[in-house]
């Protein structure tokens, strides 16, 4: 089987993170990093390959050039081969654009599963899966606590407000998987040595077939257009209990109607 | 501005979520209209007048029972490009906003997500939209329509303005894919009570809480306070408590007027999740947790010995 695993870069956890004042983007000149969530989409797809025993794992990004080194994470982690889409005309792109861009580079791989991780730890973004699997026309499901496959059919239980849901879809699909559906394991040193030889493709936008002026901020339809500092809380209170701090608590509550 | 407001249907209600999101349009704009995809919700659909719908289409068919995304984006894209709208609201949750970005894909349109604000500036829709863990807040735009928004559960309370809302029922047309994922097994509420994106009050418990079975103090004082229990992402990993509970980077973001923290310390992913509540009382041993950082109210304390009589305060009060 053939598994396609969208991933992307973001910036380091322990990086201090900024968005830059002239171009209203995300700074990312800090340390990068695979964003964490994808290593759960990366581990659940090297976990179907082995678990059947034959397939293949193939990363694709969407990224600058700068991010290839992300993107190589992800062959030392385990997957087989890598599609990185690097383009100028790629930068300041939405989610649309960006899943316009995506979409055609998993039409080029044909897999017969799609998986992505629940967000993007910079963006906070958790959409992409929705508006690529339209583009795709594939039936999706997201929040996936647990994956199964047999028979051509991917059956799914989805973490929702009300607790989980149990869905099946026929493959090919896309999935976005939880962070609570697996463990992802780290590169190994003969990870790391093996990920120099395999296949690592690099495509513009043109080997896509795509029109320059879709993509990027002149594709997008969202713009960001300042930026301002979160609302202060104002004066906070103190309470050491000294046995009475329930009632102090009752206290200021009722004098702000909370009760 | 023709605004249409996407009204979720659960267990025979509209979502609160969504009501609060209409009623803000309602607020932004002269006429909104709503729309509920589900399956015998043609009465619901009437409701949504109270909360300021002039028109409410209601997708009333047995292939939209279960709450999968795609049915639902073919249903609004129709509706939307036959009654002209140029701005479709949604309140987050896990349908809607796959509901959203499907949409977004088959229109080509702008989506900005995770809103805690929309106002009209000079006529042009900004939202507000906190961003790299809400140290910074950043406005966002649209340069072309339709515009599409997803904003922030508990964000918006829902208004009765008492009006009354035409219904028209919309012939439903699916995509072949749009069908292929099937509902096996529907989840089930697994607490009485409001879920914790409904709630006005939360009492949400950590690690601080020592045993999973001192949840039961904060249930007692949540039922009291007519609120609903959370749990940081420790203690559900823990399976301390279900994941639907779960605030943080990775559970759910949550905006009620009064949060209580009982044995939380608040680390970053926690506060992602809570920050924009009304309240927050924090009560912790320890003095120096990161919590108190942002609580309006720090009790340093034992929770053991202050939840169970708050509980009781709080019954002596409501009698």
Redesign the interface.
């Known amino acids: 089987m053939k598994i396609a695993v969208c991933v992307k870069e973001v910036p380091e956890a322990s990086a201090r ?3 830059d004042p002239g171009t ?1 983007r ?1 700074d990312r000149s800090g340390t990068a990093a695979l964003n964490p ?1 994808d290593a759960h989409a990366l581990e659940e797809a090297l976990r179907v390959k082995e678990r059947t025993g034959d397939g293949e794992v193939v990363a694709v990004m969407m990224a600058p050039a700068r991010a290839a080194d992300s993107l190589r994470k992800a062959l030392a982690i385990g997957a087989d081969r890598a599609v990185h889409v690097a383009d100028e005309a790629l930068e300041g792109s ?3 654009a960006t ?1 316009k861009v995506l979409a055609k580079a998993l039409e080029r791989e044909e897999p017969e599963l799609v998986l992505l991780g ?2 993007g730890s ?14 795709l ?7 996936a ?1 647990s994956l199964e496959l047999e028979d051509g059919t991917a ?1 799914v239980k ?13 493959l090919p ?1 896309v999935v976005a998987v ?3 559906i697996n463990e992802p394991r780290y590169p190994s040193l003969k990870g790391i040595m093996g990920a120099k030889k395999k296949p690592f493709e690099t495509v513009g936008v043109g080997d896509l077939g795509l029109d320059p002026g879709e993509l990027g901020a002149a594709g ?12 202060s ?2 004066d ?6 000294d046995g009475s ?6 206290e ?3 004098e ?1 109607k ?2 | 501005m023709a605004t249409l407001v996407y009204l979720e249907d ?1 267990e025979g209600e509209l979502v609160k979520g969504s009501l609060g999101v209409l009623s803000k349009a309602a607020k932004l704009g002269d006429e909104v209209s709503a729309i509920v995809a589900g399956s015998g919700v043609t009465e619901l659909a009437g409701e949504a007048g109270r909360y300021g719908a002039t028109k409410v289409y209601a997708a009333d068919d047995p292939a939209l029972a279960a ?4 049915p639902r ?1 073919d249903v609004l894209a129709e509706v939307i490009a036959d009654g002209g709208f140029d701005t479709v609201l949604f309140g987050a ?3 809607a ?10 229109l ?7 809103l805690v604000d929309l106002e009209l500036r000079d006529g042009k829709l ?1 939202g507000k939209r ?3 863990q ?11 329509e339709p515009r599409l928004a ?1 904003v922030r559960s508990g964000t918006f309370e829902p208004v009765e303005s008492g009006g009354e809302a035409q219904v028209e029922d919309v012939a439903v047309e699916l ?1 072949d ?2 069908q ?11 607490s009485e009570g409001p ?3 409904d709630a006005d ?1 939360i009492v949400a418990g950590g690690r601080g809480l020592g045993v999973p079975e001192k949840f039961a103090l904060l249930e007692d004082l949540a039922k009291a ?1 007519g609120g609903a229990v959370a749990a940081t992402r420790a203690v559900v ?1 823990a399976g301390w408590y ?3 509970t779960q605030v943080g ?2 559970g ?1 973001t949550v905006s009620p ?2 949060y209580l923290a009982c044995g939380i310390s608040g680390a970053i992913q926690h506060k ?1 999740g809570m920050q924009s509540s ?4 924090a ?1 912790n041993k320890d003095p120096n947790a990161p919590i ?1 950082e ?9 929770l053991h ?2 939840v169970p ?2 509980t ?3 019954k002596e ?2 009698g």
Do not use: C
């Not at chain 2, 809400?134 to 072309?144: C, I, K, L, R």
């Open positions: 993170t900024r968005i209203l995300l969530f939405d989610l649309v899943a629940q967000q910079d963006s906070d973004g958790a959409v992409l899966w929705s508006a690529l699997a339209d583009l026309r594939l039936p999706v499901v997201s929040q606590a059956t989805r973490q929702t407000e009300y607790g989980y849901d149990v869905i099946s879809v026929p699909a939880s962070d609570a997008s339809r969202t713009e960001v257009l300042a930026l301002a500092d979160p609302p809380r104002g906070s209170v103190r309470i050491e209990d701090a329930a009632e102090k608590i009752i200021y509550l009722s702000r909370l009760l | 659960h709450p999968l995304p795609q984006v949750s896990v349908l906003a796959d509901v959203a970005a499907g949409l977004a894909a088959r080509g349109a702008g989506l900005n997500w995770d900004v906190p961003a790299l809400d140290s910074v807040y950043v406005d966002v735009g649209w340069t072309d997803l995509q894919f749009s292929r994922a099937v509902m096996v097994e529907r989840a089930h509420a697994e879920s914790i994106e009050v306070l990993d279900p994941y639907a980077q990775t759910k007027k009064l992602v009304g309240t927050i009382v009560i108190f942002y609580a309006d109210v720090g009790v340093v304390g034992d010995e202050i009589k708050l009781e305060l709080v009060r409501r």
